[in-house]
């Protein structure tokens, strides 16, 4: 059984996906109750019995530690670009 190790800063995160060579990364897009409600980003890497995972929040229109732009639609359902 392998382990996880959270990962608390998106550079952090970024320098380990470059130093293990990721060949993929996994993400979850969690949204809360009411659905257009976006509430948080979760990227997995993957690496030989280890899984790092950083978690990113919803701040106004954008996700706190990365800075990705969150949009609105005409719904007013909250959402990020793949």
């Known amino acids: 059984m392998g382990k996880n190790v959270r990962v608390k800063t998106w550079e952090e995160f970024k320098g380990l996906a ?3 060579k990721a060949k993929s990364i996994v993400y979850i897009i969690a949204q809360s109750i009411p659905a257009k409600n976006l509430t948080s980003l979760k990227l997995i890497l993957p690496v030989e019995g280890t899984q790092y995972i950083f978690t990113d929040s919803a701040e106004g229109n954008k996700l706190r530690k990365t800075g990705i732009p969150i949009y609105t639609d005409k719904k007013g359902n ?5």
């Open 18 to 20: 470059i130093d293990k």
């Open 78 to 82: 909250r959402f990020i670009e793949e």
